[in-house]
């Protein structure tokens, strides 16, 4: 079995994070073959070993696995559907940030094309990689994301999502919607608290309390969601409307933007409205589950 520093890589796209990719499969030992339309960002990778290949061709010849981190999807297509360009037997990982349905339509394009297709999404920035607290997802075959997992281990923790190509970029987004909602929460708390006087750095560590508590209930929430059935064990959604309330009022009263709550009790106030008042919070997902009506 060949030792996997040894498996030959590719990396095609070296802006920063092609350029951290690359980095991380060379620290590990991978023998790494890069290209880029602009050659001069490939100078610090080749000095610390990498082979500049001189067409994309070329580079996707060299490495048993390529990986593809370019500006979006049409870029790439239009980078690897070039005439001269072979794909048939390659074996290739898009980490090139786009939504589900390029995905899948992608993915698509490649095999028919007779490549192996991997689509992918990256939650870290360019310093993290070849931590562990880099996560790359992938989606896709199975098959084939365990053949190339001890290769890709070098990027970080990797984890496999399931054999729909358009899963990477659905937890990609959704994982965003954690990260701005908890960060705009935040901020609203903020704004208010510094009409009192109270800086951010004073109140950051009640924050991240308040954040790990909510955390812990997402799992018995979950099993509300997926049972279809949300008995008020905590608290009915027609409570935490009253105190939703209490956040518009106040953030009003102090003069700070009340746009944010205004708009989670508009929300709640729907799903009230509609008969879910005695239900428990994650009853709104039937709200969340629906297009809003302009």
């Known amino acids: 079995m060949t030792n996997k520093t040894d498996t030959p890589v590719t990396v095609i796209g070296l802006g920063r994070m092609g350029q951290a990719l690359a980095g991380a499969f060379l620290k590990a030992?991978?023998?790494?073959?890069?290209?880029?339309?602009?050659?001069?960002?490939?100078?610090?990778?080749v000095a610390e070993g990498a082979q500049l290949a001189p067409t994309a061709g070329d580079a996707l010849q060299a490495g048993s696995l390529t990986i593809i981190c370019v500006t979006d999807y049409q870029a790439m297509q239009e980078l690897l559907g070039a005439s001269d360009i072979e794909l048939d037997g390659t074996t290739l990982i898009n980490l090139t940030s786009g939504d589900s349905a390029q995905a899948r339509e992608t993915a698509q394009w490649a095999e028919q094309r007779g490549a192996h297709y991997l689509d992918g999404a990256i939650m870290a920035i360019p310093p993290a990689i070849g931590t562990a607290e880099a996560v790359i997802l992938h989606s896709g075959p199975q098959s084939d994301f365990e053949a190339h997992r001890s290769t890709l281990d070098a990027l970080g923790t990797v984890t496999y999502l399931g054999a729909d190509h358009g899963l990477a970029s659905l937890y990609d987004v959704a994982?965003?919607?954690?990260?701005?909602?908890?960060?705009?929460?935040?901020?609203?708390?903020?704004?208010?608290?510094?009409?009192a006087g109270v800086d951010a750095a004073?109140?950051?560590?009640?924050?991240?309390?308040?954040?790990?508590?909510?955390a812990e209930w997402l799992p018995g929430y979950a099993k509300q969601i997926d049972s279809g059935s949300f008995p008020a064990e905590v608290s009915a959604l027609e409570t935490e409307a009253r105190t939703m309330?209490?956040?518009?009022?106040?953030?009003?009263?102090?003069?700070?933007?009340?746009?944010?709550?205004?708009?989670?009790?508009?929300?709640a106030d729907r799903s009230i409205a509609a008969g879910h008042g005695g239900?428990?919070?994650?009853?709104l997902i039937e709200e969340f589950g629906k297009p809003h009506d302009d």
């Open 245 to 267: 309330t209490h956040l518009i009022e106040e953030s009003e009263a102090a003069g700070v933007n009340a746009e944010l709550p205004k708009l989670i009790k508009a929300m």
């Open 29 to 45: 030992g991978h023998p790494t073959t890069v290209w880029n339309r602009t050659t001069s960002k490939a100078d610090q990778l």
């Open 175 to 195: 994982g965003l919607a954690m990260m701005w909602s908890v960060l705009n929460a935040w901020l609203q708390g903020t704004a208010l608290l510094r009409t």
């Open 202 to 214: 004073t109140y950051a560590p009640f924050a991240q309390q308040m954040a790990a508590g909510v």
């Open 279 to 283: 239900e428990q919070y994650p009853v």
